[in-house]
T-cell receptor, first 107, second 115 residues
């Protein structure tokens, strides 16, 4: 079973920030938080990962709470091409994907 | 650098048959994981191989098996196919380091249809 809980779906206006929450209350001390997204039926694409500190790369920012029980993926300026299913995963060798959040970016 | 490749891309089988799917990881990657994706169950972890050894296994029946070769290429086999095995089978490779960081690179998948 997945170790994370995410909303089933979210909408976002094009050009605005998309904030995708994830709960992972049973995360253990050495487990990273990873975010992937899947567009149509392509293989999932890595977005970002983090352990304790907030992280930022060219695609997104990851905010992890101090107790590490939840995190938020931020797409700063969402575009129509960001419409996808976003998965929040914790783990290492056996990464368990949940149902993910279906993000729809609208014009 | 070439990405993860999976063959075949599409496959049609009938109930009771068996099937073998192949995955070639990114050069230098030693860990290969397999996932099954269906509309009803989403993305489910099947198993992970590292250095020719199965390191982790998901909750699938024994009809699902796999192996990894010395060049890190991996195969998965499904015996006695059932209609419910129709799915997109995804392979992902990673190059495990000394930490728990583990970015996986996914292939395009093999779409299996069981009739």
């Amino acid at each position: 079973d997945a170790k994370t809980t995410q909303p089933t779906s979210m909408d976002c206006a094009e050009g605005r920030a998309a904030n995708l929450p994830c709960n992972h209350s049973t995360i253990s001390g050495n487990e990273y938080v990873y975010w992937y997204r899947q567009i149509h039926s392509q293989g999932p694409q890595y977005i970002i990962h983090g352990l304790k500190n907030n992280e930022t790369n060219e695609m997104a920012s990851l905010i992890i709470t101090e107790d590490r029980k939840s995190s938020t993926l931020i797409l700063p300026h969402a575009t129509l091409r960001d419409t996808a299913v976003y998965y929040c995963i914790v783990g290492y060798h056996d990464m368990r994907f949940g149902a993910g959040t279906r993000l729809t970016v609208k014009p | 650098k070439a990405g993860v490749t999976q063959t075949p891309r599409y496959l049609i089988k009938t109930r009771g048959q068996q099937v073998t799917l192949s995955c070639s990881p990114i050069s230098g990657h030693r860990s290969v994981s397999w996932y099954q994706q269906t509309p009803g169950q989403g993305l489910q972890f099947l198993f992970e191989y590292f250095s020719e050894t199965q390191r982790n296994k998901g909750n699938f029946p024994g009809r699902f098996s796999g192996r990894q070769f010395s060049n890190s290429r991996s195969e998965m086999n499904v015996s006695t196919l059932e209609l419910g095995d129709s799915a997109l089978y995804l392979c992902a490779s990673t190059q495990p380091g000394d930490t728990f960081y583990n970015e996986q690179f996914f292939g395009p998948g093999t779409r299996l249809t069981v009739l």
